[in-house]
């Protein structure tokens, strides 16, 4: 079925394809964000526009790379080697660098660029398309909340973690609006101008948006606008709002239900992304999703959650020795989604539920999630009466819920600077050892990633971030 929905959006948007190719030749043109330059104007209806948002450049856009960060992971035995190699390796043990080569496409930063591009291609051109003016504002409040997303990932890549009392000064990335290379380059903005973007672009957005998109998630709709600011106010830290907009999202979604794993579901028949009643805003990944992850990451969770045998290959519940397990990539159907779901915007309500002490409500919303995933047979409500643990509890199901889709590295973050993360060790996989050949420590500047050298290399006059 991916396959054939694949192939159709082939031939769709061959057109866009073809030009996007066409327009490679001309890459070296372009030196300062490493993305696609705009080229022939082929856009000139609303009908071209629509086509151009659902290429699948915009649909599978998220750097998988964000994997290797998570402490939730291990490495494919026989793909490592020290030193480590350009790319994952080094990210995987929290280099500086991830590629010192500098002709090399940078890791991450390109990807989100790249996905701008196509959404401020549409924001800076659509009014000028042929066709239906509503059309038009809602082509573009599409493109709006997808540029928002992208900035949401990049300020909690390159900028350190939002604080309130610094976030004006912390330099964060550049802000582009234009898909013109011939517009200056502008330096990097602060965290707190980049989040004023981003809050601003989805409030803009919200009255000229769909009220459904359940026949393609990876469309913005008014629930997928709602859902994105839950996700940036909870990582500004701003938990009312996280709050307030989690539920907004679910009551705005046209199906606000989760997937019951008890239904007879399987890794193969799982619904796909495009039309899963659980996806709120949909997005994929490019690069590879096959994870290695820690045992006692695995160790961790309830025997009885069927998760275990459906997202992971080979899960006996056993010490492993040679052999390493990976993670389901997809297997027919994206499992992962990179987008916002109704099981995150249910998390986010439990932990504003927990940071303010309501300890029933957090374990109610805590059971909507749970109840959906351990088997029925052995299923009981996780209740206490310790704020402590239940925000704990909370926690830990965000990272079963959504180990490997990049919320993981952002949970850290937020986590380390509430003084909440622990050292994290890398163990040589060659050895199966408990030797660390790499450590991540409580406030370390790795938390930040730096600006990729292939970047700076074109603006010597940034400042690197530690």
Known sequence: MKGHIKMKKIIKYRYAAALVVMLLTL???NKYLDI???GTQVLTTTKDYDQWLNSTEVETCEPSD???FGDNRDYLLGNFTLPPLPGAPRAYLWYDQFDPNISSTPLIWNQHYATI???NTVIQHVDKAIG???KKASLKAEALIGRALEYLYLVNEYGKQYNPQTAATDLAVPFVESNDLTTPVPQRSTVQQIYDHILADINAAIPNLPADNSTNRFRGDVAAAYS???RTYLLMGNYTLAGTNAQAAITNATTNAMIDLNQGITAVNFPFVLTRKDAIYARTYTGSNVINPQQSFLQSMDPNDIRLTMWYFNYTGKPVTAARLSYLRDNGNVINNWGTSVQEMRLILAEVAARNNKLDEAAFQLDIVRRCRIKSANYTIYTT???????QAVIKERSFEMPFNGTRWFDMRRLNAEGKMPTVYRIDPTQL???AIATLAPNSPRYTLQIPIQIMYYHPDWKQNP
Do not use: G, I, K, W
């Not at 009466?385 to 925000?391: E, K, L, R």
């Open 132 to 134: 239906d003016t509503q």
């Open 228 to 230: 994105l600011l839950a």
């Open 385 to 391: 009466n310790d704020q402590a643990a239940m925000f």
């Open 433 to 435: 050892t408990t030797n």
């Open 27 to 29: 890459a070296s043109c």
């Open 66 to 68: 964000l994997n290797d």
């Open 36 to 38: 696609n330059p705009r």
């Open 117 to 119: 591009y196509y959404f």
